[in-house]
C-alpha cells in the first residue's frame, strides 16, 4: 500500500465533504490506521480508500462537539474563518489566527 503527502496539516479547520461537520485536525495518518471493523461499518458506496491520509479532528455539528476520523477524500478547507467551538482546543492549540490553530509546542499528559 502507498501512502502520499498529507493535503491539509494540523491546526487546519476542514469540512467533511458529505456530512455536515467541521473541525481542526490535530494529528494525521499517513494511510488509515484504524480497527477493520471501524472501516467495514462504513456504508460500501462511501467507504473510502485505506492508501490516503486520515485526520484525527476536534469536530463539532449542530449537536455536540466529538472527536472524528476522516479520510482525505472526505475533506474540504473549512473558509469561514470561524473557530471551532469544540471544548478541548485549548487542551492542544495554545491560539487562534487568520483562521488556523497554533499547535501548543509541548503537550503534557
Known amino acids: 500500500m502507498s501512502t502520499r503527502l498529507a493535503?491539509?496539516?494540523i491546526g487546519q479547520i476542514?469540512?467533511?465533504?458529505?456530512?455536515a461537520f467541521r473541525g481542526v485536525i490535530f494529528d494525521v495518518d499517513?494511510?488509515?490506521n484504524n480497527t477493520e471493523?471501524?472501516?467495514?461499518s462504513i456504508p460500501e458506496e462511501v467507504r473510502p480508500r485505506k492508501d490516503q491520509p486520515f485526520y484525527h479532528l476536534?469536530?463539532?455539528n449542530d449537536q455536540n462537539s466529538y472527536v472524528a476520523y476522516v479520510s482525505e477524500q472526505n475533506l474540504l478547507p473549512d473558509e469561514t474563518g470561524e473557530p471551532v467551538g469544540h471544548p478541548h482546543t485549548a487542551l492542544m492549540?495554545?491560539?487562534?489566527?487568520a483562521g488556523h490553530y497554533r499547535p501548543k509546542t509541548k503537550m503534557a499528559h
Open 7 to 9: 493535503k491539509f496539516a
Open 14 to 19: 476542514v469540512k467533511h465533504r458529505i456530512f
Open 30 to 32: 499517513p494511510s488509515f
Open 37 to 40: 471493523e471501524w472501516w467495514q
Open 58 to 60: 476536534l469536530a463539532e
Open 93 to 97: 492549540f495554545e491560539g487562534f489566527d
